[in-house]
Every structure is written in structure tokens, then in C-alpha cells.
């Protein structure tokens, strides 16, 4: 019922920046969260940031104070703009939206962030 599409990862040099987009379609409740995962090479899934329609975000330790999640709700997108990265920001950048009354989780196919010299 739910597409998400993500967009924007590439290479880039440690201290660069990137701006990662996701558009949702189709049926999506009012009542979810919008958010961004990650997953490294050998390592878990781990939460980036996440977002509600008020405003209110969240953000993993490691990233707080770099990355910046924002969202339009009229389009259904959500933008992470990732400032100051790292190379330990390596990873494959996943979309998620959850609908909270029925805990389901939707996610995108991922898009490659890496950072490296």
C-alpha cells in the first residue's frame, strides 16, 4: 500500500555533506512517524532520526548536532541533510514510515551513503 523512494547517497569526503530525500505514496494513515535507519557491513539496523507531522524529532547520539531530519507533510517527504560526516557514516540509508495504531512498518529500498578520502 505504501511506497517509499529514496534518493541523494553517494561518495563523498569526510567533512562533506549530503542531503537524503524520500517520497512516500499510496495509502498512508495519519497517525505514523516518519523516520531514517542505517545499516553498516556486519552491523544491525539502527535508528538515524525520526520525525511527526507536529515537528517533533529524534535523533541517535551519534549524529545529533550534524544531521538535521525535516519533513512536508502535504507531499508526504522526508529530507535528511547530513552535515560534518563521518567515515563510521558509511552505511546504507533506509526510509521507514510507521503507522503507530497498527505498528507496521514500511520501508524503502535504501540508498548508499558512503564517506571516504
Known amino acids: 500500500q505504501v511506497q517509499l523512494v529514496e534518493s541523494g547517497g553517494g561518495l563523498v569526503q569526510p567533512g562533506g555533506s549530503l542531503r537524503l530525500s524520500c517520497a512516500a505514496s499510496g495509502s498512508i494513515p495519519r497517525l505514523h512517524i516518519m523516520g531514517w535507519y542505517r545499516q553498516a557491513p556486519g552491523k544491525q539496523r539502527e535508528l538515524v532520526a525520526t520525525i511527526i507531522s507536529g515537528g517533533y524529532t529524534n535523533y541517535a547520539d551519534s549524529v545529533k548536532g550534524r544531521f538535521t531530519i525535516s519533513r512536508d507533510n502535504a507531499k508526504n517527504t522526508v529530507l535528511l541533510q547530513m552535515n560534518s560526516l563521518k567515515p563510521e557514516d558509511t552505511a546504507v540509508y533506509y526510509c521507514?514510515?510507521?503507522?503507530?495504531?497498527?505498528?507496521?512498518?514500511?520501508w524503502g529500498q535504501g540508498t548508499q551513503v558512503t564517506v571516504s578520502s
Open positions: 521507514n514510515v510507521r503507522v503507530i495504531l497498527d505498528s507496521v512498518d514500511y
